[in-house]
């Protein structure tokens, strides 16, 4: 399994950001995919998680500020993120969700090696 991360940067608050993650090495189709982030210092936060029919479910903070979506043609996995706040830096990864009882965002089978979020005036 090979899951990599792209699109992090260094953007203003109330900017936007697109993530990807290319992934390989497992039938991606299938598959529930996570976005999870970790800031300097603080534990891992799950962020958003899309089921392999599309169905998309988000951390509480998110508020609609973000859009997790997928494309299966691609086997890539994306995250728009608008509306940025300070509080939003940290290093985002992929993964591949273990759906545990049903759930996203519990569990994790395989990680990317993440990409660097920072807002910043």
């Known amino acids: 399994v090979q899951l990599v991360e792209s699109g992090g940067g260094l953007v203003q608050p109330g900017g936007s950001l697109r993530l990807s993650c290319a992934a390989s090495?497992?039938?991606?189709?299938?598959?529930?995919m996570s976005w999870t982030r970790q800031a300097p210092g603080k534990g891992l936060e799950w962020v958003a998680g899309?089921?392999?029919?599309?169905?998309?479910y988000y951390g509480n903070f998110v508020k609609g500020r973000f859009t997790i979506s997928r494309d299966n043609a691609k086997n890539t996995v994306y995250l728009q993120m608008n509306g940025l706040k300070p509080e939003d830096t940290a290093v985002y990864h992929c993964?591949?969700?273990?759906?545990?009882?049903?759930?996203?965002?519990?569990?994790?089978?395989?990680w990317g090696q993440g990409t660097q979020v920072t807002v910043s005036p």
């Open positions: 993964a591949v969700d273990r759906v545990v009882r049903g759930l996203l965002g519990v569990d994790f089978d395989s």
């Open positions: 090495g497992f039938t991606f189709s299938n598959s529930a």
């Open positions: 899309i089921y392999n029919d599309g169905t998309t």
